[in-house]
């Protein structure tokens, strides 16, 4: 059974940083593929970046060049650094294992809890 759990969210002031970090067990992570999503209140969760079991990232548009997504399988645990953080980054941020075939884009299969995210002006 997999369990996803995030930490290191919390409130920071626009330009800010924080480091997410979301630690794995039930599954053998160095063969799947994570990714981070997020969801502001009254939107739908979009995909903010993903990471293959090789280490390939791909980045939201709206995130490309502030964050960077990575993991270390060895600790079974996938990262997030969000830099240059607005307000609009203001969500709740979820991590999330799945596959990424060649060619077809990231799909999630399990979820953390997820982890508030406040960027103030």
């Known amino acids: 059974q997999v369990q996803l759990v995030e930490s290191g969210g919390g409130l920071v002031q626009t330009g800010g940083s924080l480091r997410l970090t979301c630690a794995a067990s039930g599954i053998i992570f160095s063969s799947k593929a994570m990714g981070w999503y997020r969801q502001a209140a009254g939107k739908e969760r979009e995909l903010v970046a993903a990471i293959s079991s090789s280490g390939i990232t791909s980045y939201s548009d709206f995130v490309k060049g502030r964050f960077i997504i990575s993991r270390d399988n060895a600790k079974k645990m996938v990262y997030l650094q969000m830099n240059s953080l607005k307000v609009e980054d203001t969500a709740v941020y979820y991590c999330?294992?799945?596959?990424?075939?060649?060619?077809?884009?990231?799909?999630?299969?399990?979820w953390g809890q997820g982890t508030q995210v406040t960027v103030s002006s």
């Open positions: 999330s294992s799945g596959s990424w075939a060649y060619g077809s884009s990231y799909r999630p299969t399990g």
